[in-house]
């Protein structure tokens, strides 16, 4: 996957400065990763990623956080606000098409992004994603997390501040519970 030179160049050029590879590096990282999930879902061969949207959402997402770091004095972003930016851009500018109708196509990039973001989020506390887990009751909790954000990515207003704030609520919400599971056992 090569960069967009028009774009990068015109209107960008200060975040090759500031941010070098880690561009060209989050581009390839999340286009792959949404292939990976159209392949899954078999929407490959009916959908297809505009390159331009993809590429200024990524390009957004990094003018964001060179703003962010200078306004508040931030070395290093954490991996929370990482994720809420990246979904963020990515929902603002709707990079997945469908290039042919099909069953079940319906807010695709909604369900590309959950796709892409869950098994991450999940990995941030510690818990493995399976498309079928063993536990009950995380599965029953994951199935409610995941329709809540499908259903505000759909119908409520949405900033990269609340979708921060969601999960770290997710985070802190499972590192409560296993802080209450390790108390019962002692």
């Not at 959908?47 to 964001?64: C, G, H, P, Q």
């Not at 851009?89 to 909604?110: A, C, G």
Request: glycine share 2%; with cysteine; net charge neutral.
């Amino acid at each position: 996957m090569e960069n967009n030179n028009d774009t990068f160049d015109v209107h960008y050029h200060f975040l090759l400065k500031k941010f070098g590879d880690k561009i060209q590096n989050r581009i390839e990282v999340l286009w792959n990763e949404a292939l990976k999930v159209l392949e899954k879902m078999n929407m490959d061969k009916v959908a297809r990623i505009d390159k331009e949207s993809f590429y200024n959402a990524v390009l957004d997402y990094f003018t964001d956080i060179a703003r962010l770091k200078e306004m508040h004095n931030i070395t290093k972003t954490n991996m929370v606000k990482i994720y809420a930016y990246e979904m963020y851009w990515l929902l603002r500018r709707r990079p997945i098409h469908l290039v042919k109708d099909t069953k079940d196509s319906f807010d695709l990039n909604e369900k590309v992004i959950i796709s892409i973001f869950i098994p991450k989020i999940l990995e941030e506390v510690g818990i493995p994603y399976s498309k079928d887990p063993h536990n009950k009751e995380i599965e029953k909790h994951l199935k409610v997390f995941t329709n809540l954000l499908f259903y505000n990515f759909k119908y409520r207003q949405y900033s990269p501040q609340s979708l921060e704030l969601m999960i770290e609520a997710f985070i802190c919400g499972c590192a409560y519970a296993d802080a209450a599971k390790h108390e019962e056992k002692d």
